[in-house]
């Protein structure tokens, strides 16, 4: 069995399903000079902006060189791309540790459903898959937040999942996105978008 990953939290979490203030639409860092800043008034016009939507408008546009390259000086921009998480989730599959972005995925998704039927099913779901002991994809979370989140399953919400999702995405910007950054994965690209910026 793989030595599980641990969480590093820095500072107080917040209670499950309160967005922090400070925030963008995906940033979880709380940065003022996170690149998704210039989204948060048009989110809050919009008042039904969700990180999904902005993960969905990101879909079709492939990634250029240049906004490969600005991964490696933001975590938050290359999860914001589809390219982005699709090589990042490579990466992960190579270190056996796919389920955190699995994970943090199905949360956005529960995030953004309205319907309460879906929302208690999705909820269990992503308990089942995630979260259980017995399952083969379960991520690590310490004991509090799991502890939040067996309470929360008696009455799920879409929301329930916040503080779990936030140790996850910390656990993936802190500890894999670095060896990322080094990894043949993403040196790869990087030549192989440079070798067709030059081909044309």
Same mark, same amino acid.
């Given at each position: 069995?793989?030595?599980? %990953? %641990? ?7 917040? #209670? #499950? ?74 990466? *992960? ?40 002991? *017995? ?20 009455? #799920? ?20 996105? #670095? ?22």
């Amino acid at each position: 069995m793989r030595k599980r %990953q %641990q969480p590093h939290v820095e500072g107080a979490a917040e #209670p #499950p399903g309160v967005p922090r203030s400070n925030t963008c639409c995906l940033c979880w860092c709380g940065c003022c000079k996170c690149p998704w800043n210039e989204d948060r008034v048009e989110c809050a016009e919009r008042q039904t902006c969700t990180k999904m939507d902005s993960i969905e408008a990101a879909e079709d546009r492939r990634a250029t060189l240049d906004e490969v390259l600005s991964w490696s000086r933001s975590f938050e921009r290359m999860m914001r791309s589809a390219e982005g998480r699709n090589v990042f989730r490579e990466f *992960l599959r190579s270190e056996y540790s796919e389920e955190n972005l699995l994970f943090w995925l199905a949360c956005e998704e529960l995030k953004s459903e309205m319907d309460p039927n879906a929302i208690d099913e999705k909820a269990h779901i992503i308990y089942e898959d995630y979260v259980s002991i *017995l399952s083969p994809k379960e991520v690590s979370l310490d004991s509090r937040v799991r502890e939040g989140i067996n309470q929360s399953l008696a009455e #799920p919400n879409s929301h329930m999942y916040a503080e779990a999702q936030l140790q996850i995405y910390t656990l993936m910007h802190r500890d894999s996105f #670095p060896r990322f950054l080094n990894s043949a994965t993403y040196r790869d690209l990087v030549t192989s978008m440079r070798s067709s910026c030059l081909d044309t």
